[in-house]
């Protein structure tokens, strides 16, 4: 990410924007951030391009395409302005780092991920064909990794399976060099094998690291292979080298469905069970996605004057009420929650009952999201919130030079930038403080020890949270919470895997071990976790790092 620039608009639509993910051949993505306090990602076409009507043509079929999908695996589209004197779509944030980013550097997937990984997307192309659509343009940087599932973004040069539309017509070559099927690199129209053949490519790179039609050669080079040659699957062994292979066959007719793709990938069931959990990932590497999402906190800390000085106009129609900037966080509210963790799918019922309702309590502030439903935190707990103070990779189609992996920083999350001709630039690291002396992750020794919150319902159920952090190093599970309603007898518990520490603030990733009633808890369900020292000794715990505004307080045992 990086900040805004003079020319950069601060207001888009409805959305307020934060920071500048990146650029690409149609405009800039910016971070965003709904009126509720929602994480978006904003693209904005480039002044040029909105007056050509070819491309305003071409914007509206790919914002219709992706309008269309909004599938589990893929995120949806939340508001465009096709139309308006600068077009832009917003679409759900998704806060995982490209495939791209996640083999530079951190290495090859192990064959267990790579199975998910095929799982989820196959599961996302199911859908998009089911739609009469297919995507055309199937790379690592469009698969986004987050720690229940991929993401499959940009639907950019989407088209519909029966359309004639001279946007799209036969002669063109849309795709990338690489990944894009023989029949695509022929100028032919693509159908949904074609999306299978990039995906056998796609599953190459994330079990090899390299692409499967080579890199360090030009593109004219990697279109003759991809017509004429084997692809290299000399990483790959055994039945995962026997699939790739028959996704990467010359005739389209001879690959797999995507649904028999799914059924290949996972014979025991083992892939599919992983989507929706946090195990899916190398430890490392989920633990270095949670770091990167803690970066979402520090951006409410923009300046007041920021935002008033010299600011552009905004696009899009007047917000009828402004934005005001939050000095503190106020009281939490809820957070979404369906099967799959959709990004933004719509605010679930509230469940009824005294017993329904301390429960969701208990699995609420153990996970913070995933598949619960949550009570909003009421006005009896606002006194306690206002008292609170507060290198050069080998790319993805095989145009540059590879280089191993060597120093392995954070992943960042990319933005769900349809048109982006590559990886989104990363973002810097998480703000904060240095880590301490002791050497970096090492968790001060002002946070040990075990910290005990309260939090009461409506009903008068009090529920409490009782965690006990434990010296670890980044990656080791360690700590532990539990937090129970006593007088429903209903109590989770979790483990912490730590992520990253500092003398501000430790970061987790948190893991359910068990619990009075595992439906409510969702056994297995990961999430991020951020723990930050206030200046009066208390401990601020955020359990959700998309909606910044859900905390409570702990204090430290005596």
Known sequence: MEPLAADDPRQVGEYR???????????????????????????????????????RA????????????GGTWTPPVLDADTEGGHPWVATGYVAGPALTTAVREFGPLPEPAVRTLGVGLAEALAHVHGLGLVHRDVKPSNVLLTLDGPRLIDFGIARALDSTTALTQSGQVFGSPGFMSPEQANGLPAGPAGDVFALGAVLAYAATGTPPFGAGVSAPVLLYRVLHEEPDLSGLTGPLNDLVRDCLAKDPSARPTPARLRERLDQGGAAA?????????PAALAAAVGRSAVQLLDLEAEREGEREAGAPAQFGPPVAVPVPLRTALPVPGPLPSVPGHRPYPPRPRRRRGYGALAAVLVGALLLAGGDLLIERFRDDDRQAAASDPGRTPPAEDGTTPTEPPSKRPEPTGDATDPADDG????ASPTGGASPTATGPGVIPAKFLGTWVGERKATDGAVTTVTLTIVQSAPSEEKSRIRAETPSTG??????WTLSEADE?????????TGSSAGEECIADRSIYRLIAMQPDGTLRYSMDLLEPDRYMVLRKKA
């Open 17 to 55: 924007l934060l920071q500048q993910l990146g650029a690409g051949g149609m405009g800039r993505v910016y971070l965003g951030r709904t009126t509720g306090g929602r994480t978006v990602a904003v693209k904005v076409v480039r002044r040029d391009l909105a007056g050509d009507p070819e491309f």
């Open 58 to 69: 071409r914007f509206r079929q790919e914002v219709a395409a992706a309008r269309r999908v």
């Open 273 to 281: 069970a992983r989507l929706g959990h946090g195990d899916w990932l």
């Open 423 to 426: 990886p989104t630039p990363g």
């Open 490 to 495: 209903i109590w989770c518990e979790g483990a």
């Open 504 to 512: 501000r603030q430790v970061s987790y990733v948190s893991r359910v």
